[in-house]
């Protein structure tokens, strides 16, 4: 049995490219940019007038000219105007523009227009007022936005604004997850007495959906021969397989065997967590160089659900390239936890004065999936301890923002 | 002009309800869950093996008996077994029914197997162990998830175990989002020297698709019959329309004119915030008795983003019925901001011991759509005050969790 630790060294070492492609960029929203963004021009590409009102020339300004005759109009989305009579103004619009000749904008709040002449309430008025200049915010040529981030909607407006109507982001891995178990049953199934429908896959979905991952599930029955034809099938059409159950001791957890005798490299078995122990996590390794992950989750829900957030999210992250944001929460009650294992324990997340609270979720062990929507994560409490101070600090392992 | 806080009261007393719609439970993902989801069967639904290894008769453990003859084998998903001889095991594996005549589950681990008999390594042995009892996490009836939350990975899980295949969740609403000002080029268009690209359209859609809305969008051209005829189409095909643009004093900002002349009762115009000061919001009440909100936003591209998070939000929070979690951060710096305004204030947020952090991001004011990319969210400081000290805490409004 190894650590928590370990078994994330080893998964990290392990990960596996999926390679880039490019997609219109309003479908890159929540992908992984895999190039760097340039601005094209200069932003703002010319002096932009920041408020609607009229131009002037400044210096006339401060000769003490106060009326100014209209000598015309810019809107924006005009080419740039000339003004032909440097004493004059000519009325500007937000986004044009500036006109030549003049460089200094006053807002309309501010001028009195009768007919064709404006009359400025001002005393003092500073040079360049009212100017978002050219290349202010970011010169031509500059990284506006550096690759392997998650595209925002933040993102998305600067690419849109760069002309960048299609984008590289990373490839999304084809992924099979495949619940075990013959006491499953499908949804919208009656089961019997001793039978439960399936869920952990479906869980696994939704958790992969997040990483903009769309999983498809099958199911295999505790038949040897089938599951291993089942997965012979797989890694042919599949990048990942994600497994939940038959992997802990039981007579028909065929699962660590089958992968082994299909060529499937076993890099550990069991890890010193609770819950989510039996974990098994090995690599298929193809002749044309490329490598498979293959995670096989223990069957329990709480089992499935936390070592997708403590492996498979980190995994994935670093195999697209992305790094994932950590997060600590300040423990907001006692907690004791005896057995040598790192523990994985549900809790509701507060924010209390600009502070993370985590409260802990009381399930009743791994198989009591209600629990989780009780709860908004996982912290992370170290193998070494085993009692936990309100107050102390612990890594967040959190599923719900909202 | 009116505070931020009017401005909020007024769009949440004017919520729209979309209705209630049924999807297949996989689809639900993201969605308001509009059902209570009640347990359809005690949870677990039998007592239910939690280890794989042999189950046992209590009472006999006690009398001294270690070696135990295995009289049959329990698996997972085959209806209960029997034991016939009270001082026998069964070998059951997790997952499975406990078989009658049995009571205690001892772990493969404590248990050493030759051909028929199972010999138990254990001194002490508590009656019930490794049995995850019938109705322990719910009773059959219970209230698993109370409706109006958002469906995350956690609830579809629950779902999925409890049947509904079929599950009821709040209608997403139609939006138009249409951008305005002659100065916009399309996205695949080289923009000639005094025109830019549309984004706020873009950025929008991208905001609203967190909110699982696929919103359309449009562009109208700074002409008044154009716009007019535009907005009546919009009107009639969509539950709500957003508009980037046209509010302010320009000579060609003919939106809330128009809006009005086509009947949209106008209910506030400008707020005393900045970015995002000329925001206009008004309701169009139609003769069948349905509302229709259009929230008309300032074109500078982080005046248009922040009233996004500000007041849509919230708003389409409230019409599907789900509560937006409050965040608070620690400003990481002193701040001065002058003006008698609410100022939203573009910010880096950082977890350091579990402690929320907001590090201000030095932009170029509401036109430097670039500086979002470096921020994570916006937190909003109050119009009472002029200096914001290091240390104090204020709401935040995030955009990006990653």
Known sequence: MISVQEALRIILDNTQDFGVEEVPFLDAIGRVLKEDIFADRDFPPFNRVAMDGIAINHRYFEYGVRDFKIEGIQPAGSPREKMENAAYCYEVMTGAVLPEN?????????????????????????????????????????????????????????????????????????????????????????????????????????????????????????????????????????????FSGAVSKGKFDYLPEVLQELGVEKQFHRVAQRPGKPFWFGIKNHLNGTNKAIFAFPGNPISTYVNCLVYFYPWFAKSVGFTLKEETVILAENVVFKPHLTYFLQVRVEVKYGQLLAIPIKGNGSGDLASLTMADGFIQLPQAQTTFKKGATYPLLRYRNS
Not at 170 to 198: C, W
């Open 102 to 242: 003049t460089d200094t904008v006053i807002r309309y709040e501010d001028v009195q227009i009768n007919s064709l002449m404006a009359k400025v309430n001002l005393d003092t008025l500073e040079k360049g007022k009212n100017i978002h200049t050219q290349g202010k915010d970011r010169q031509q040529g500059e990284i506006l936005i550096p690759k392997d981030r998650i595209i925002t909607a933040a993102e998305i407006g600067v690419i849109a604004t760069v002309g960048k109507s299609m984008v590289k982001v990373a490839k999304v891995p084809k992924v099979m997850i495949v619940s075990t178990g013959d006491e499953l049953v499908e949804v919208d199934q009656i089961p019997e007495a001793h039978q439960i429908r399936r869920s952990n896959a479906f869980t696994l979905v939704s958790l992969l959906e997040k990483l903009q991952i769309k999983a498809t599930t099958s199911h295999a029955t505790d038949n040897k021969e089938q599951l291993k034809v089942k997965i012979l099938n797989n890694l042919k059409t599949h990048d990942i397989l994600l």
